[in-house]
């Protein structure tokens, strides 16, 4: 399963478009032997995965095609989702309504949170139900959707997770190694593992990046920010800086920090936490990096300026570096390769299952055409090599024949030459 997909899977379970009800004659995307992937599921699934992107990786949507590419990827994953209700089906596979209730009861869950982040578990069915209505989704329909997703669920546990092995102990020493070559920038045996197994560095890479972040000096500190963008009136971008001064003074005559992050930050997604947050050695701009890990616990700093504004911050914390040893670790990585081993088993499982099906597509993507047109211009290219390189070897053989004739003349005429001369030889 590609990096793409993984990260598409979890928005798959977080939608509840994914259990839009059909509706006759609605138009869809594609047919899996012949049931339909309606239009709207798929739009609803591509808007919510698209926000996703939005929020977390705005550089990647602004590549060429981004979002046809994760367009592609959602239809894929939709399709696969069909094959799986259906192959379900086909195995008579039973859901009880305790089970039902219990992953309605777990999706509701998710709800307990109020729009700013507070608990608020009375609100709950409210937000549950306002988010299925903007789903034009009913409740009947939702459980429904529920049941075919724990079906799937028992499924795939009976055709796939109880076929892969279990993972050795070896197998996650093995990745250690890597991981800790990585961490501790071992060359000779990074650039082995990038000439042997270039996946495997990648992934090695990755879970070092996250140990990381684990790992690393940090800091945990209150924060107020004031937002200052480039294209900011200049007299605007004043007032923040005076504003910032002033909160200072504030904090420095005994304003409680907690309650100036409420009144006065701009980062809103920080207040349910009072504006706290962790910051990693190495990892924040730098003049908030430098203040962050150089203050004592207790400390307000003063004013910083940064490329995006104002930053006032508050010592709350600090945890020293710590080294991880594979004891720490092992669990962990057993648990990593043991679901890499299902997630490849269940591709393989749901490609057999394409296979066999009849899956017709019907939406179209401007990337589909880019690459045909690609694929186009590089079977030209290649044709006009060939045609370039048949002449070129055409002519060689053509001077070498030339050549071979004018030996064979030359041979010719110097046999001729010594039959004259021997009877010239003869007369005398």
Do not use: C
């Not at 560095?201 to 940090?218: D, F, G, S, W």
């Amino acid at each position: 399963m590609n990096k793409t997909s993984k990260f598409l899977l979890p928005a798959l379970a977080l939608l509840l478009a994914a259990g839009t009800q059909a509706k006759v004659m609605e138009a869809s995307v594609a047919t899996v032997n012949g049931r339909p992937v309606l239009s709207s599921e798929y739009d609803e699934y591509y808007d919510g995965v698209i926000a996703q992107y939005q929020a977390a990786a705005p550089q990647f949507l602004a590549q060429p095609y981004a979002k046809d590419m994760l367009g592609k990827e959602v239809l894929k994953e939709l399709i696969s989702k069909e094959l799986l209700y259906q192959a379900a089906e086909e195995a008579k596979i039973q859901v009880k309504d305790s089970e039902m209730d219990a992953g309605l009861n777990e999706i509701k869950s998710r709800f307990v949170m109020d729009e700013n982040g507070k608990q608020d578990p009375k609100g709950a069915d409210k937000r549950f139900n306002e988010a299925l209505k903007k789903q034009h989704m009913t409740l009947k329909s939702y459980k429904e959707k529920i049941r075919k997703d724990i079906a799937v669920k028992k499924l795939l546990e009976a055709q796939v997770q109880a076929s892969v092995k279990p993972v050795e102990e070896a197998d996650a020493k093995a990745l250690y190694e890597d991981v800790e070559a990585v961490l501790k920038n071992k060359t000779k045996a990074l650039k082995k593992l990038e000439k042997d197994n270039p996946v495997r560095l990648r992934e090695a890479q990755l879970i070092a990046a996250k140990l990381h972040q684990l790992t690393a000096e940090q800091v945990r500190v209150g924060h107020i920010y004031l937002s200052v963008t480039k294209d900011m009136p200049a007299e605007e971008a004043k007032k923040k800086e005076a504003l910032a001064k002033q909160i200072k003074k504030e904090l420095d005559d005994g304003t409680d920090f907690s309650s100036a992050v409420k009144k006065y930050t701009e980062d809103k997604a920080a207040l349910a936490s009072g504006g706290d947050m962790i910051l990693i050695k190495g990892i924040a701009p730098k003049e908030v990096d430098e203040a962050a890990f150089t203050l004592a616990v207790g400390k307000i700093s003063a004013p910083i300026k940064t490329e995006v504004g104002w930053h006032i911050i508050k010592i709350k914390e600090k945890r020293a570096a710590k080294e991880i040893h594979f004891e720490d670790i092992s669990r962990d990585l057993g648990q990593y390769l043991a679901q890499q081993k299902v997630q490849t088993a269940m591709a393989q499982y749901v490609n057999g299952l394409a296979d066999k099906a009849d899956i017709k597509v019907t939406k179209t993507f401007d990337v589909d055409k880019e690459i045909e047109a690609e694929a186009a211009r590089r079977a030209a290219a290649e044709a006009k090599k060939e045609a370039a390189d048949e002449k070129a070897t055409s002519k060689g053989k053509e001077a070498k024949k030339a050549t071979a004739d004018k030996k064979t003349v030359a041979k010719a005429d110097e046999k001729t030459d010594k039959k004259s001369e021997n009877k010239g030889d003869a007369k005398k």
